[in-house]
C-alpha cells in the first residue's frame, strides 16, 4: 500500500492515549506506511496572518495543519457544518439554519484544504477524507487535477432522500460524493437512503455490487460499521486510573444499582427523552426508587450554536424537577454533570454501572455503548439499553433496544434491565462482546483501506477530469 493520508477536520496526536480508538487505529496504519495526517489547527487567525501549513512529527507521522479566520470558522464550522449538515444528518430539519453564506464558507475552506494538501501529495498516495465537514474536499482536489485513489468515510448517519432535498444545494453536495473512488457509511440504513437517494434524484442505476453511476461518474460505496479498539479499551479498564475510579463508585453506592449516561451535550443524543424515561420508571416503580441512581455525565459542545444552550437548560430543568420531586435527604435519583470525564477513568464507571442508557434520537454509530460492553465484567455483566435509531443497534442486536420516543416502553426497559437475572445478562453480554470483539477499529480500518484499494486496481486509468 502507498503512504496514507488522512485528512479530517480535526487531528489528534496519535501518540497521545486520552485520542481514543479512531485515534489509535489510523495511527497504527499511518505508522506503517509513514504516512500524513492533515487537517485544521484547532486556531483561528486574524484573516491577514499566513495561512501557511504547520508540520509536525508524530514519530514516522507526519501532522500538517492550516489554521482558519474567524469569518472561515464561522460559516464553514459553526454555520454550514453544525447548523445544517449536522442538523438535516440528524433528522433535525426544524433546527436547520439554512443562511446563504454558509455555503460559501463551506465551500471556501474546502477549496483551501485542498490548496494546501495537493502541493504535499505523492502520486502513490492513498487519502481517506473524513466526516461531514470535508464532504466536497475530493471535488475540490480532483479540480486541481488530484489523480490519486481518494476515500470518504461518514462518520454521522444519512437522512433519507427527502429530508436531504431540504437542503438548498443537495444536488451539489451528493454529486461531491462522486469525485470519491469509495464512500463509506456507519449502517445499512444510510447506505440505502444513499442509494435511494441516488436513484431517485440522480437517476443513478448500480453498476454492480456496491457501484452507482450517476452524474457521468462511477462510486463504490458500502457499509463499514466503526467498531473500538477492544484491547486497548481492556488495558484502560485494567489501568489504575480506572480501578480507582470503580472502587470509589462501588463503596459510594454500596446499596445501590448504578445506571450510566455518558453523552456530549447534544440535541441527538436524546438526553431530555430520557429523563422522562427516568422519570416515568421512578413514578411506576415507587418500591425501587431508592434503590437506584442515574449518572448522567454530558461534556459540554458545540455551545455557540444555538440549539446546544436550549437543549442544556431544559436538561437541567428536568434534572431538577426529578430530584425535587422524588429526592429524599439521603438519595438523589439523578446525579447530572455537565462536564467531560477523563478517558483514563471511564472504563471504570461503566463497570460500576449495571446498566448503561445509550438512547439517542439518531446516531450514526455510538462508541459509548460498546466502550460500556468492553468495560464489564464478564461474570457480572451490566445490561446495555441501546436506542434502536443507533447505528450501533444493527449490530447489538442482544442490547435491549428501545424506542426512545417512547416514554413508557423506555421506562419498562430500564426495570427489565435492573432486574435481568444473571444468566441473562452473561448470555447477552457474551453475545455482544463476540460482535464488538470481531467488529473492532482494526477491522474498520482495514475493511476500508482493503476496499479502497480494490477500487485503485478496478479504476486505474480513469480520467476524472
Ligand atoms: P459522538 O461522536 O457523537 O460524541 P460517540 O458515542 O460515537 O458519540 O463517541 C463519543 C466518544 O466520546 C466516546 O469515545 C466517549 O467515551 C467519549 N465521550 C462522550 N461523552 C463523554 C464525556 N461526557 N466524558 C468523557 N468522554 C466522553
Known sequence: MGRLVVV????????????????????EVLNSTGGMWFGWSGKIVDATE????????????TLATVDLSQVDHDAFYLGYSNGVLWPVFHYRLDLADFDAGYITGYRRVNQLFARKLLPLLRPDDILWVHDYHLIPLAAELRALGCRQRIGFFLHIPLPPPLMLAAIPGHDWLIRALFAYDLVGFQSKADLDHFARYVETEAHAQPVDDGRWRAFG?????????????????????????????????????????????VDRLDYSKGLPQRMRAFREFLTKNPDLRSSATLIQIASPSRENVGAYTEILHELESLCGSINGNFGELDWMPVRYIH?????????????????????????????????FLAAQNEEDPGVLVLSRFAGAAEQLREALLVNPYDTEGTAAAILLALQMPLEERRNRHRALMETIRRYDVHWWCDGF????????????GTSWL
Open 339 to 371: 462536564r467531560t470525564v477523563a478517558r483514563a477513568r471511564l472504563p471504570g464507571l461503566y463497570r460500576a454501572s449495571r446498566v448503561a442508557l445509550v438512547t439517542p434520537l439518531r446516531d450514526g454509530m455510538n462508541l459509548v455503548a460498546k466502550e
Open 217 to 261: 461518474r462511477t462510486v463504490q460505496a458500502g457499509a463499514f460499521p466503526i467498531g473500538i479498539d477492544v484491547q486497548e479499551f481492556n488495558e484502560l479498564a485494567r489501568a489504575p486510573e480506572a480501578v480507582e475510579m470503580y472502587e470509589r463508585m462501588r463503596m459510594e453506592y454500596s446499596r445501590r444499582k448504578l445506571l450510566v449516561g
Open 50 to 61: 499566513s495561512d501557511d501549513v504547520v508540520f509536525k512529527r508524530a514519530g514516522p507521522v
Open 449 to 460: 483501506l482493503v476496499a479502497l484499494e480494490r477500487t485503485m486496481a478496478e479504476e486505474k
Open 8 to 27: 479530517s477536520n480535526r487531528i489528534a496526536d496519535p501518540r497521545q492515549t486520552a485520542a481514543g480508538g479512531l485515534a489509535v487505529a489510523l495511527a
